[in-house]
């Protein structure tokens, strides 16, 4: 049996934390992913317009073995400066791959380009992405909101506001996976026709207040959604489970993830979109033995479980999302799509 973890957040994979800060007069922020201790990754880049840092050593053929964090930030290029505010806060607490009598913080990551939301920021030119950093490296814990908070701050959804989310999974057997998105695509993450998410029928729990079923026919979404921001978007996300991991491995499961970015997101993957998965394992349990007694099998549901809560988080993220400037809240928009007719926001 598998059902969401407590939180139904990714701390629900153990040894696993997340810090947020946002400037919301610039509509723009930072996440952290912070594990406890160093561990594997793995990424998969999909989309046709990536802004990554450190992901090369990412490869399997590559030497350092397991990462200190990973850092999601918004900003475009100005953001990737965040990576270095938590470089530097590790660098102060002695953590990191070791070099000699060095240690090496390793931080891959990865931006949205989240400028022209409306922000009080001139042309993109906001410094505050390191402090931003550290702030978030400060701020974290188990526990954290949905929406517009840290790297979704100035998050978009096609023509809604877009934000942070997260789901969890927790199998019988003990294993954990869970995925955290920041959710900025040029796709449409509503049905056509109608306010159903693409993501309603993985919901658990009402966890995207309780989604209505799309009607009979729901139509063919347009090619493009040319009100969006055409080469403004990147949807990144975090896949993290406690089961023991290489990093080829990883890097399959982040590569299957990719599908529930794809079933949450018509069309996805887009030239204007910088789509990234990474892949984080705590190694707290052995990777679940099968009857096939291959690994293989076993990795594949570890990806099969990842993208199913991939797709439960886009939901939430855009389920969470507030109103912020021209972009309207999915609650708002659609307030008859879930419970009832019910608004919650």
């Not at 723009?28 to 793995?42: D, F, H, Q």
Request: glycine share 16%; net charge negative.
């Amino acid at each position: 049996m598998i059902k969401p973890g407590p939180r139904n957040l990714i701390t629900d994979v153990d040894g696993i934390a997340i810090g947020n800060a946002a400037d919301e007069a610039a509509r723009t922020g930072v996440t952290v992913v912070l594990p406890e201790g160093r561990a594997v990754a793995g990424a998969d880049v999909r989309g046709g317009g990536p802004g990554t840092r450190e992901l090369a050593l990412l490869d399997p053929t590559c030497m350092v073995d397991r990462i200190d964090a990973i850092c999601l930030s918004g900003g475009s290029v100005h953001g990737l400066a965040a990576g270095d505010g938590v470089v530097g806060w590790l660098h102060e607490r002695d953590r990191g791959f070791a070099v000699g009598p060095w240690n090496m913080p390793i931080v891959p990551g990865a931006i949205i380009f989240d400028l022209g939301v409306g922000g009080a920021v001139d042309k993109g030119r906001y410094s505050g992405y390191g402090d931003l950093a550290r702030q978030a490296c400060d701020d974290v814990g188990l526990d954290f909101a949905l929406g517009n908070i840290g790297a979704g701050m100035g998050a978009t959804a096609g023509r809604l506001k877009g934000g942070l989310g997260s789901a969890s999974a927790i199998r019988d057997d003990g294993l954990q996976v869970a995925a955290l998105v920041v959710a900025n695509p040029v796709g449409e993450v509503v049905m056509p026709g109608g306010g159903t998410l693409w993501s309603w029928a993985l919901e658990q729990d009402n966890e995207m207040g309780g989604q209505r079923p799309p009607g009979a026919k729901a139509g063919m979404a347009d090619d493009l959604p040319l009100q969006a921001r055409i080469g403004g978007n990147t949807t990144l996300a975090v896949i993290a489970t406690n089961a023991s991991l290489d990093k080829a491995q990883a890097q399959r499961v982040a590569m299957m993830a990719h599908d529930g970015m794809a079933r949450a997101i018509q069309p996805v993957h887009t030239p204007f979109d910088g789509d990234a998965v990474f892949t984080l394992s705590t190694s707290r349990m052995p990777l679940p033995t099968t009857a096939a007694k291959s690994p293989g099998v076993s990795v594949g549901r570890v990806g099969a479980i990842a993208a199913d809560c991939l797709s439960r988080a886009i939901g939430r993220a855009v389920f969470a999302a507030e109103t912020l400037g021209s972009y309207p809240g999915y609650r708002d928009s659609h307030p008859d799509a879930f419970a009832d007719g019910v608004k919650t926001g």
